[in-house]
């Protein structure tokens, strides 16, 4: 496939005519999915999927188009000249582009990430031995992600990725159950073993009269599925330049010097460990990293092509939120959390989060599965759920009493327009408190 992109890009360049500017990129994917129900096997399939895109730039105009690739080299080269064809058409009637920045320095590079996985079947049937009696449902994804970038200016780049996302939930009966989910670049079946004994354990609580607890504030745990959902909404605005320079970032005060997170809290993108490639389709070269928290303080915003020509910043990310976000880890061990916790709540995940006030980073959700009240260290009983609305410059500021040692790489389920390479590695919090609404 590599091969192949950088030939077809080298026959369109060579009829790139006067001071035009040609962009191809080309993304895509080969991969396996198995959806389960009740730990059955209901439907398994692989997708194969290659999508070519043509940015043709003269002066301060741009056009973009793409189109799917069959493989098939002479007809992938009609189709992409035809698309040229049609985007040299548009160029002439379309405005001039403000922001229009792309790189003139070319580059060139290449970069593989992951293992190749064991075949779908295999990991398949290894979890549905391991689960055999349990009510699971979920959804098993692999293979191999890719993109490539070359341009009339000299780029050439090509990224690769292998990776698998195990995304699954046990049912005891009705709305009980527990969630849980299994992501990474090497494939390590011990991992799902031991997360299925825990299941079990947590099954085996559930069954047990749930607790419902009244509305206050209450010492907590938030497991990394739960400080997921956090740094989900703290993404949209928290990061971004435009939304810092225009002032609609929740993260204003910090970025102002007014409020701060505690010490402890620093908050990287991780362009180096991440699924995504380390170059912007503009031909942008990425840092390895760009730290937008460093010990409770704000630090860099990420500049994504189109910000960086606005504000005459330098460009260090694709888009204007993570695509690797990680969260540093701390000194409590994953086996004392519940010693450290004490007495008090155990929150395996939230969902429907959304912001309650911006203006003060504070946050609404809801617990769900795998919520639990702890006595004297001890898991006892499920919680019912509870709506939560609490900023995040407390639960990460002044009730933070520490982070786990060991953290979990989360990879994204999403596969609206393919699989998505969106990552976070994040531990889990200690809080002296969390503030439950209803």
């Given at each position: 496939?590599?091969e192949?992109?950088?030939?077809?890009?080298?026959?369109?360049?060579?009829?790139?005519a006067g001071?035009?500017v040609?962009?191809?990129s080309?993304?895509?994917?080969?991969?396996?999915?198995?959806?389960?129900?009740r730990n059955?096997?209901?439907?398994a399939g692989?997708?194969?999927?290659v999508r070519?895109?043509?940015?043709?730039?003269h002066g301060?105009?741009?056009?973009?188009?793409?189109?799917?690739?069959?493989g098939?080299?002479?007809s992938?080269?009609?189709?992409?000249?035809?698309?040229l064809?049609?985007l040299?058409?548009r160029?002439?009637?379309?405005?001039e582009?403000p922001?229009?920045n792309?790189?003139?320095?070319?580059s060139?590079?290449?970069?593989?990430?992951?293992?190749?996985?064991?075949?779908?079947e295999?990991a398949?049937?290894e979890?549905i031995?391991?689960?055999?009696?349990?009510?699971?449902?979920g959804?098993?994804a692999?293979g191999?992600?890719?993109?490539?970038l070359?341009?009339?200016?000299?780029h050439?780049?090509?990224?690769?990725?292998l990776?698998?996302?195990?995304?699954?939930?046990?049912?005891?009966?009705a709305d009980k159950g527990?969630?849980?989910?299994?992501?990474?670049?090497h494939?390590?079946?011990?991992?799902v073993h031991?997360?299925?004994?825990?299941?079990?354990?947590?099954?085996?609580v559930?069954?047990?009269?749930?607790?419902?607890?009244?509305?206050?504030?209450?010492?907590?745990y938030?497991?990394?599925?739960?400080?997921?959902?956090?740094?989900?909404?703290l993404?949209?605005?928290g990061?971004d330049?435009r939304?810092?320079?225009?002032?609609?970032?929740?993260?204003?005060?910090?970025?102002r010097?007014?409020?701060e997170?505690?010490?402890?809290v620093s908050?990287?993108?991780?362009?180096?460990r991440?699924?995504?490639?380390?170059f912007?389709?503009?031909g942008?070269?990425?840092?390895?990293?760009?730290?937008?928290?460093e010990?409770?303080r704000?630090?860099?915003?990420?500049?994504?092509?189109?910000?960086?020509?606005?504000?005459?910043?330098?460009?260090n990310?694709?888009t204007d939120?993570?695509?690797s976000?990680?969260l540093?880890p701390?000194?409590?061990?994953?086996a004392?959390v519940?010693r450290?916790?004490d007495?008090?709540?155990?929150?395996?995940?939230?969902?429907y989060?959304?912001?309650?006030d911006?203006?003060?980073?504070?946050?609404?959700?809801?617990t769900?599965?795998?919520?639990?009240?702890?006595e004297n260290?001890?898991?006892?009983?499920?919680v019912n759920?509870?709506?939560?609305?609490?900023?995040?410059?407390?639960?990460?500021?002044d009730?933070?009493?520490?982070?786990?040692?060991e953290?979990?790489?989360?990879l994204?389920?999403?596969?609206?327009?393919?699989?998505?390479?969106?990552s976070?590695?994040?531990?889990?919090l200690?809080?002296s408190?969390?503030?439950?609404?209803?």
């Amino acid at each position: 496939m590599q091969e192949a992109f950088f030939a077809l890009a080298d026959r369109l360049r060579s009829g790139i005519a006067g001071q035009e500017v040609l962009f191809c990129s080309l993304g895509g994917e080969v991969s396996e999915f198995v959806r389960l129900n009740r730990n059955r096997i209901r439907q398994a399939g692989q997708v194969r999927t290659v999508r070519l895109g043509l940015n043709l730039i003269h002066g301060a105009r741009q056009v973009e188009g793409s189109c799917n690739l069959s493989g098939e080299p002479r007809s992938d080269l009609e189709q992409a000249r035809w698309l040229l064809g049609r985007l040299r058409e548009r160029l002439a009637h379309v405005p001039e582009d403000p922001f229009l920045n792309y790189s003139t320095d070319p580059s060139e590079g290449q970069r593989q990430m992951g293992d190749p996985c064991p075949p779908a079947e295999e990991a398949v049937a290894e979890l549905i031995a391991a689960a055999r009696g349990m009510d699971l449902v979920g959804i098993w994804a692999s293979g191999e992600m890719f993109e490539g970038l070359a341009s009339s200016i000299g780029h050439r780049h090509w990224h690769r990725s292998l990776s698998f996302n195990l995304d699954w939930s046990c049912f005891l009966e009705a709305d009980k159950g527990v969630k849980a989910g299994c992501a990474g670049l090497h494939w390590d079946a011990t991992r799902v073993h031991r997360r299925l004994r825990v299941m079990r354990e947590e099954l085996r609580v559930m069954a047990g009269s749930a607790r419902t607890i009244a509305p206050g504030r209450y010492r907590a745990y938030l497991a990394p599925a739960a400080v997921q959902e956090l740094m989900d909404l703290l993404a949209d605005g928290g990061f971004d330049l435009r939304s810092h320079r225009t002032c609609q970032t929740p993260l204003l005060g910090l970025a102002r010097g007014e409020r701060e997170l505690d010490a402890g809290v620093s908050i990287c993108e991780e362009h180096g460990r991440g699924l995504t490639a380390d170059f912007t389709a503009q031909g942008f070269l990425k840092p390895a990293s760009v730290v937008l928290v460093e010990k409770g303080r704000y630090g860099r915003c990420l500049v994504d092509a189109r910000d960086g020509k606005e504000y005459g910043e330098a460009v260090n990310a694709a888009t204007d939120a993570p695509e690797s976000l990680g969260l540093d880890p701390g000194d409590i061990p994953l086996a004392e959390v519940l010693r450290r916790l004490d007495r008090g709540l155990y929150i395996g995940n939230l969902w429907y989060g959304n912001w309650s006030d911006s203006n003060d980073c504070r946050l609404t959700g809801m617990t769900r599965f795998g919520t639990y009240w702890v006595e004297n260290g001890e898991i006892v009983s499920p919680v019912n759920v509870m709506r939560f609305d609490d900023s995040l410059y407390h639960l990460l500021g002044d009730r933070l009493e520490g982070l786990t040692r060991e953290r979990e790489l989360i990879l994204s389920a999403d596969t609206y327009e393919g699989r998505s390479t969106e990552s976070s590695l994040l531990p889990g919090l200690l809080v002296s408190g969390i503030e439950l609404a209803l």
